[in-house]
């Protein structure tokens, strides 16, 4: 079977795995930073929970709890597991992971917003919310644009972990191809699949962050 072949059987897989990188980014972005805000919050209580997820997400593995997402239902509810269940559970899993992740990210670059900057907005009249959003959120953005790259990067590698619940993405049907087959091809298109993903990846937050250029 030549290499083209094998790609064009994977086909099913790239797509599953595109779709678990588009939702995963759907539901992490925006949850990171309710969590951030959290992380930020004044009441203690709130912080130091948030804190623990966050401690929690990032000091364990998230093969370990994409497993835990999985097969938790069934062992702590009893509930029973059906297939339709796997997408489900590797977009919570990863979602629930990558949130924390960038919430730290977020943090970060909230706090690096000068003081001076909040003070003078409440001057002109601006609320909290406004503040936030027309003036902070914008210089965030420009700060953190690097740091989410890396995570996004890693977030397409990371697709492949779903194998560990037999969800069969691009990485699922490239192991059952190779070992049905007993050659390297299918893993030289899985890599060359990863690698071109990456880099369009790459090249499109290189541009956002040429766009939001402005913020320096």
Do not use: H
Request: charged share 15%; proline share 3%.
């Amino acid at each position: 079977m030549t290499l083209i072949e094998i790609v064009v059987q994977l086909i099913p897989g790239i797509g599953r795995s595109i779709l678990i990188f588009c939702l995963t980014l759907l539901f992490s972005v925006p949850l990171g930073l309710f969590v951030s805000f959290g992380r930020m919050s004044r009441c203690g209580t709130l912080r130091m929970i948030i804190k623990g997820y966050i401690s929690i997400m990032r000091g364990t593995p998230l093969m370990l709890q994409l497993l835990v997402v999985y097969f938790g239902p069934y062992f702590i509810f009893g509930i029973r597991i059906t297939d339709a269940y796997r997408v489900y559970a590797v977009v919570i899993a990863f979602s629930i992971n990558y949130a924390a992740y960038f919430a730290e990210i977020y943090r970060g670059g909230i706090e690096s917003i000068e003081e001076g900057q909040y003070e003078a907005a409440k001057l002109l009249g601006y609320s909290k919310m406004q503040t936030f959003f027309k003036i902070i959120f914008p210089q965030v953005v420009k700060r953190i644009l690097p740091s989410v790259t890396n995570e996004v990067i890693t977030l397409v590698k990371d697709t492949s972990l779903s194998f560990a619940i037999a969800y069969g993405e691009m990485f699922t049907m490239t192991k059952a191809m190779a070992a049905s087959q007993r050659n390297m091809l299918p893993f030289v298109a899985a890599g060359i699949f990863y690698y071109i993903f990456n880099l369009i990846v790459a090249v499109i937050m290189e541009k956002l962050e040429k766009q939001l250029s402005y913020y320096r």
